[in-house]
């Protein structure tokens, strides 16, 4: 089966860029000048309860600016990239019917790749997935991130191999069809008219981003946030045990580690999440790059408006 977003005239405006470079705050304040609305394009914002921890627009930037694809999943929920581009698509199509512009924002690549070029899913196969369920039990996540990298070191580059879901589909699918998942994913022409507009920063700048973001997480409640998942049962086994700053904040409540510990380590695995956003974006989309500043606004609302009139689309 293949889903594709229909081939439309209507414009699509991407902010990408890793996490901590600023593109709520830059869509908070360009957006509206062109009557848009957001599309999260954020593999965790789409998780209710999961607030603080993904630093999720606040209720106030969300009566400000108008956004779509948050808090529609439960933490337990399947929650597939061709889950994530049914509902964007109704989102924009619902946008657009209302006369207004989709700006699509967010640092997880797969989900601004299944928009901008569409996704092929490989058929399922459920002897392979039993079989790998069973190894992940009994040898690791370490063990099959290891054989994917051996069997298909090109689609190990593009995912997450601390995901046991994503690791584990990429196995089956190589082992399915002898194919790579990268070679699956369909790489044609964007489906409508689209420009992607990336923030980028110095790595100190982002790093020192990085850290401040972290210490406003855990003084704005990150822990009894994650208590609050623990006890209603979305901890062990969850997206929320999987995801940046819970886990690390489960290891401190639990008593595996200091706060301190959970602070440093919830910093490094940001930094090295940011890493590979940077590289995914560089290698797979055509971003136009714009440095995080004092007059990254203008720079961006004149790209926008000459997008927006046909020049240089």
């Not at 630093?55 to 009566?63: A, D, F, G, L, V």
């Not at 999943?73 to 597939?80: R, T």
């Not at 100190?204 to 994650?226: C, K, P």
């Not at 910093?267 to 055509?286: I, K």
């Amino acid at each position: 089966m293949q889903l594709r977003p229909p081939v439309v005239d209507s414009p699509l405006i991407c902010i990408v860029g890793p996490t901590a470079s600023g593109k709520t705050g830059l869509a908070l304040e360009v957006a509206p000048l062109f009557d848009g609305e957001v599309v999260a394009a954020d593999s965790r914002q789409i998780y209710r309860g999961m607030n603080i921890g993904t630093s999720k627009p606040t209720m106030c930037e969300q009566k400000r600016l108008r956004h779509h694809m948050i808090d529609v999943a439960d933490p337990f929920d399947e929650f597939s990239v061709v889950s994530y581009l049914r509902g964007a698509l109704e989102a924009i199509n619902e946008i657009e019917s209302r006369g207004r512009t989709p700006f699509l924002v967010g640092g997880t690549g797969q989900y601004v790749e299944a928009l901008t070029r569409g996704v092929s899913p490989a058929p399922a196969n459920p002897e392979i997935r039993r079989k790998l369920e069973d190894d992940l039990v009994r040898y690791g996540i370490d063990d099959l991130a290891a054989r994917l990298r051996s069997l298909d070191p090109v689609g190990a580059g593009t995912i997450d191999l601390k995901n046991p879901r994503r690791v584990l589909r990429a196995i089956e699918v190589k082992l399915a069809t002898g194919k790579s998942i990268r070679e699956l994913e369909e790489r044609g022409q964007p489906a409508r008219r689209t420009l992607v507009l990336g923030l980028h920063l110095p790595r100190a700048e982002l790093s020192e981003r990085i850290r401040l973001r972290v210490d406003m997480m855990i003084e704005q409640g990150l822990l009894d946030e994650a208590r609050r998942l623990w006890s209603s049962g979305h901890g062990k086994d969850s997206v929320a045990s999987r995801t940046i700053g819970y886990s690390q904040a489960f290891d401190y409540l639990f008593g595996r580690c200091t706060l301190a510990e959970a602070r440093e380590a919830t910093a490094v695995a940001t930094r090295q999440y940011a890493r590979r956003q940077m590289t995914w974006f560089r290698n797979r989309e055509r971003v136009e790059w714009y440095p995080r500043g004092r007059d990254t606004v203008d720079g961006v609302s004149r790209r926008i408006r000459e997008f927006l009139a046909g020049e240089g689309a």
